[in-house]
């Protein structure tokens, strides 16, 4: 058959069979082999599985609506509920006034005139958040005789209209007593909305323009002030600076002898203040700012802050302050670190405020709002002797005297020493955790206008990041140091390259 058949149809024939024989041999030969599986695989007639696979229908794996939010843990060490610091205010009727302050720091109505000025100048104190730590505050400044009728409180919450009507509860960091501060005598003015900080000054020198006050005084919250009640005051406190005088009568009334109370010659630290004014005024220098422990208290002329364009909004908070002086600095504008009195930068807070009234069945202690984590604070040796013992409300309260002297100043002696260990709190961790009080309040939820307490103090945080890149972008340099460390000029502004990576 072979033979009769056609000679190319025979070759063609041998030619498949041989082909057919080498493809079976060569899958025999390979079929376990991993290549020869994923090459197999390609060749969809010999990959069965995947043939009919690919006839099925493909399974929708998509959820089916949004799903439910994935929330944060709660926090791991939450800060105990606070308590108003002045029981006797927080628990009477409004018709109990406060108590008297020490004769000897009562101020005289017309301190004023004897320092050159028409008007008093005004004190403004920035509140924003933590009503116990502003209380304090405002307390320590009239007992050490500022006049509370010239302190004027600046209500920066952003809740309009809901603490003046007391729709909010004293767990919500935007608490504040507008009742308890009219007994005390100071002023309220309430921002329209929620300024930043750069925002805030701006609106202290805005009030300054519509009141007409040239020169006007500043506070931060975080303090607990006193005047010189017991004469020189040696003690080096965390936030002070190395003071600056004008010539050896000079050092000694401010810094190195201040008569103390009943002395001839005493001054409060409102009157230093007054002083300083005429002082400053008369020396006829080009001056922005007279620093009282950094800026902590500070004074103010209008006329420079006019000249170099105000603060500038669009840094926030932290480097608004080195954008505002080195501005006044390049346009020639003075700023000096004096002494008027003592000032403690605190984060704690007086167990009861009435100690600041001398109040002898008062015994003077104070509590931290916002405790670090308990293996954190064990690792922590502080300076002070204080006997720690656990508040009402799980509070750490720090107190070491049992018996309070009627002497005045001998009080006033305890006292100080309070301030000087609060200050030394604050810091006893370097100066990573001297800022927790402003997160101290977690309190408000379903109140008017509630924020989140942690996701505000995380916005905070961002603000304060952009604000510096903001400030390194408009010099061009990081750094607070741009009127020493670099030739620019305040017309420089958004105008140059960088000068780092």
Same mark, same amino acid.
């Given at each position: 058959?072979?033979?009769?058949? /056609?000679?190319?149809?025979?070759?063609?024939?041998?030619?498949?069979?041989?082909?057919?024989?080498?493809?079976?041999?060569?899958?025999?030969?390979?079929?376990?082999?991993?290549?020869?599986?994923?090459?197999?695989?390609?060749?969809?007639?010999?990959?069965?599985?995947?043939?009919?696979?690919?006839?099925?229908?493909?399974?929708?794996?998509?959820?089916?609506?949004?799903?439910?939010?994935?929330?944060?843990?709660?926090?791991?060490? #939450?800060?105990?509920?606070?308590?108003?610091?002045?029981?006797?205010?927080?628990?009477?009727?409004?018709?109990?006034?406060?108590?008297?302050?020490?004769?000897?720091?009562?101020?005289?109505?017309?301190?004023?005139?004897?320092?050159?000025?028409?008007?008093?100048?005004?004190?403004?104190?920035?509140?924003?958040?933590?009503?116990?730590?502003?209380?304090?505050?405002?307390?320590?400044?009239?007992? &050490? *005789?500022? #006049?509370?009728?010239?302190?004027?409180?600046?209500?920066?919450?952003?809740?309009?209209?809901? /603490?003046?009507?007391?729709?909010?509860?004293?767990?919500?960091?935007?608490?504040?007593?507008?009742?308890?501060?009219?007994?005390?005598?100071? /002023?309220?003015?309430?921002?329209?909305?929620?300024?930043?900080?750069?925002?805030?000054?701006? !609106?202290?020198?805005?009030?300054?323009?519509?009141?007409?006050?040239?020169?006007?005084?500043?506070?931060?919250?975080?303090?607990?002030? !006193?005047?010189?009640?017991?004469?020189?005051?040696?003690?080096?406190?965390?936030?002070?600076?190395?003071?600056?005088?004008?010539?050896?009568?000079?050092?000694?009334?401010?810094?190195?002898?201040?008569?103390?109370?009943?002395?001839?010659?005493?001054?409060?630290?409102?009157?230093?203040?007054?002083?300083?004014?005429?002082?400053?005024?008369?020396?006829?220098?080009?001056? *922005?700012?007279?620093?009282?422990?950094?800026?902590?208290?500070?004074?103010?002329?209008?006329?420079?802050?006019?000249?170099?364009?105000?603060?500038?909004?669009?840094?926030?908070?932290?480097?608004?302050?080195?954008?505002?002086?080195?501005?006044?600095?390049?346009?020639?504008?003075?700023?000096?670190?004096?002494?008027?009195?003592?000032?403690?930068?605190?984060?704690?807070?007086?167990?009861?405020?009435?100690?600041?009234?001398?109040?002898? &069945?008062?015994? #003077?202690?104070?509590?931290?709002?916002?405790?670090?984590?308990?293996?954190?604070? &064990?690792?922590?040796?502080?300076? *002070?002797?204080?006997?720690?013992?656990?508040?009402?409300?799980?509070?750490?309260?720090?107190?070491?005297?049992?018996?309070?002297?009627?002497?005045?100043?001998?009080?006033?002696?305890?006292?100080?020493?309070?301030?000087?260990?609060?200050?030394?709190?604050?810091?006893?961790?370097?100066?990573?955790?001297?800022?927790?009080?402003?997160?101290?309040?977690?309190?408000?939820?379903?109140?008017?206008?509630?924020?989140?307490?942690? *996701?505000?103090?995380?916005?905070?945080?961002?603000?304060?990041?952009?604000?510096?890149?903001?400030?390194?972008?408009?010099?061009?340099?990081?750094?607070?140091?741009?009127?020493?460390?670099?030739?620019?000029?305040?017309?420089?502004?958004?105008?140059?390259?960088?000068? !780092?990576?």
């Amino acid at each position: 058959m072979i033979a009769t058949m /056609n000679p190319r149809v025979a070759r063609l024939s041998i030619l498949v069979f041989c082909f057919l024989g080498l493809t079976f041999g060569f899958l025999h030969a390979y079929r376990d082999s991993p290549t020869a599986n994923r090459l197999l695989k390609t060749i969809p007639i010999l990959n069965d599985d995947n043939n009919h696979a690919s006839n099925q229908p493909v399974a929708d794996n998509k959820p089916l609506g949004p799903q439910p939010p994935k929330y944060k843990p709660p926090p791991k060490n #939450p800060p105990p509920p606070i308590t108003d610091p002045f029981p006797l205010l927080a628990t009477t009727s409004k018709d109990v006034l406060p108590p008297p302050i020490p004769a000897y720091n009562v101020p005289h109505p017309d301190l004023h005139l004897h320092y050159g000025l028409s008007r008093p100048p005004p004190l403004f104190i920035g509140f924003t958040r933590q009503w116990p730590m502003l209380l304090q505050a405002v307390v320590s400044y009239i007992t &050490a *005789g500022w #006049p509370a009728s010239g302190i004027y409180v600046v209500e920066n919450t952003g809740v309009h209209n809901s /603490n003046r009507a007391g729709l909010l509860s004293l767990q919500n960091p935007f608490f504040l007593n507008h009742t308890t501060l009219k007994r005390l005598g100071v /002023n309220v003015i309430q921002t329209p909305v929620l300024l930043n900080f750069a925002q805030m000054q701006n !609106f202290f020198l805005d009030v300054a323009y519509q009141e007409n006050h040239q020169y006007y005084f500043y506070s931060h919250q975080d303090v607990l002030v !006193f005047s010189f009640e017991d004469g020189p005051d040696q003690e080096r406190r965390p936030g002070d600076r190395e003071w600056e005088t004008y010539d050896e009568e000079d050092k000694k009334a401010t810094v190195m002898n201040p008569f103390g109370a009943g002395e001839e010659g005493y001054r409060t630290i409102y009157e230093n203040c007054l002083r300083e004014i005429n002082t400053t005024v008369a020396r006829k220098e080009r001056w *922005g700012f007279r620093w009282f422990q950094y800026d902590h208290l500070t004074l103010v002329n209008r006329a420079a802050l006019e000249a170099v364009g105000g603060w500038d909004s669009m840094i926030p908070y932290y480097a608004t302050d080195c954008d505002m002086n080195g501005k006044l600095e390049m346009d020639g504008w003075t700023m000096k670190h004096r002494r008027a009195g003592i000032i403690n930068d605190d984060s704690s807070v007086m167990t009861d405020l009435e100690a600041l009234y001398r109040n002898p &069945a008062v015994v #003077p202690g104070f509590v931290d709002p916002n405790p670090l984590p308990p293996d954190q604070e &064990a690792s922590i040796k502080e300076k *002070g002797k204080w006997k720690v013992k656990e508040g009402s409300n799980g509070e750490k309260v720090y107190s070491n005297t049992t018996a309070m002297p009627t002497d005045q100043k001998e009080y006033f002696r305890i006292l100080n020493q309070v301030g000087i260990d609060m200050g030394a709190h604050k810091y006893r961790d370097g100066d990573h955790q001297r800022n927790r009080w402003q997160t101290s309040q977690q309190g408000g939820l379903g109140e008017p206008y509630y924020y989140d307490p942690e *996701g505000f103090a995380r916005a905070f945080q961002l603000l304060t990041e952009a604000g510096r890149k903001i400030y390194s972008e408009k010099w061009g340099h990081q750094g607070c140091d741009i009127a020493k460390k670099t030739q620019l000029k305040l017309q420089d502004q958004w105008r140059v390259e960088k000068d !780092f990576e």
